[in-house]
Structures are given as structure tokens and as C-alpha cells.
């Protein structure tokens, strides 16, 4: 069965540092990876997915990830933080038609 | 384009009370989707509908969760009788097709607190 791990539940930053936010999914089949952004009191916003191709995905508000097929691995990550990108984010895979996320990663940008 | 829209934003129950939950979706989607998201987990998929019929309902408690969607558009989501561990954010989604290419765009949801 496929299962999506977020390896750290929460992640302390300082603006205008780099992050990366990581993510492990097991699979038996290919599949397509997801990163979705929840700010607080708001529902999930796509903000990149991977479905063939390039295995760099570019996103919203400056993110990106990459898909390492050997590692089982999506990171996403960001050069350069802002304050406004505190929130959580869910790694998510699909078995089928539907999404299995990830527990989350707590962002957490300090200025 | 409006988004989905979900009502009420904050329900506090008893336990064994019931409650119901309504979601409307972005206009023209066909697939609607109700997760639920409990403190420290990620979303997880209770019931998928595809216009007005079911594509997956495998992980909805069925004793004591339903969920109906008319007309292939609104949706409504019920609890009876709710449980101290039904506690959580109920998410609506709605995506132009089944298939997980088409992006789901999800409501704010509704936190429901059960005492």
C-alpha cells in the first residue's frame, strides 16, 4: 500500500534562510507527488505536483521540489523564506484516483 | 471564480448529539470530495462523489457517517451520533474530474468540536 512519511513535524527558520521540508513515500507503482500548503484557518492550496517528465517541479510562491525516483524521496524546498510562508505543509501521493497525504510539516519563519 | 464554499465554520456538540455539515462547490465541478483532518494528522479521504453517485466511500464509518450530494452539486455531510473522536476539521473538495491530475480545490472547512 502506498504511504507518505514527513519527516520532521515542525521546522524552525529565520527570513530569508533556505528550507527544505522533506518527504518519503513507499509505493509499489508509479505514481504522482503533491505538495500542498495550509495556511491557518484556511483549506489546502496546490502549490506543485509531479506527474512525468522534468523531475524539478516548480511551484507557487517560489518553491520547488524533486522527485528522486531511487530515494522514494519529494523535498521541497525554498531559497529564500518570508515571514508570510508560515504554515503547514502535506506531502501527498495517489494510489488510484484518490490522495494519501502526509502528516504535515509545521513551518515556522522567524524574522 | 468563486471557491468552495462549506457552512457552518465552527460546530461545538455533545456527544451523541447529531450534526450535519453543507458544502458547495466551485460551479462545474464534477468530483466532490469530504476529508477529515484531525489535529496533527493529514486530510483523510472520506467519501468521494462523482456527480450525484459514490466513486469511494471505503473509509467513511458507515454506522454512524453519511453523506449525499444531490443533483450532482451541493453536499451535505452528517454525524449521528457523533463521538468524542470525531473531533476534527472537515474538509470539502472539489475538482473538474476523478482523475487525481484534475487539482482539488479545498474549502476552509468546518472544526467540530465534540464534548
Known amino acids: 500500500a502506498q504511504s507518505v512519511t514527513q519527516l520532521d513535524s515542525q521546522v524552525p527558520v529565520f527570513e530569508e534562510a533556505p528550507v527544505e521540508l522533506r518527504c518519503n513515500y513507499s509505493?509499489?507503482?508509479?505514481?504522482?507527488l503533491f505538495w500542498y500548503v495550509q495556511y491557518p484557518n484556511q483549506g489546502l492550496q496546490l502549490l506543485l505536483k509531479y506527474l512525468s517528465g522534468s523531475t524539478l517541479v516548480k511551484g507557487i510562491n517560489g518553491f520547488e521540489a524533486e522527485f528522486n525516483k531511487s530515494q522514494t524521496s519529494f523535498h521541497l524546498r525554498k531559497p529564500s523564506v518570508h515571514i508570510s510562508d508560515t504554515a503547514e505543509y502535506f506531502c501527498?501521493?495517489?494510489?488510484?484516483?484518490?490522495?494519501?497525504f502526509g502528516a504535515g510539516t509545521r513551518l515556522a519563519v522567524h524574522p | 471564480e468563486a471557491g468552495v464554499a462549506q457552512s457552518p465554520r465552527y460546530k461545538i456538540i455533545e456527544k451523541r448529539q447529531s450534526v450535519a455539515f453543507w458544502c458547495n462547490p466551485i460551479s462545474g465541478h464534477a468530483t466532490l470530495y469530504w476529508y477529515q483532518q484531525i489535529l496533527g494528522q493529514g486530510p483523510k479521504l472520506l467519501i468521494q462523489f462523482q456527480n450525484n453517485g459514490v466513486v469511494d466511500d471505503s473509509q467513511l464509518p458507515k454506522d454512524r457517517f453519511s453523506a449525499e450530494r444531490l443533483k450532482g452539486v451541493d453536499s451535505t455531510l452528517k454525524i449521528q451520533p457523533a463521538k468524542l473522536e470525531d473531533s476534527a476539521v472537515y474538509l470539502c473538495a472539489s475538482s473538474l474530474g476523478s482523475p487525481v491530475v484534475y487539482e482539488q480545490y479545498f474549502g476552509p472547512g468546518t472544526r467540530l468540536t465534540v464534548t
Open positions: 501527498a501521493v495517489n494510489p488510484g484516483n484518490k490522495l494519501i
Open positions: 509505493s509499489s507503482v508509479s505514481v504522482y
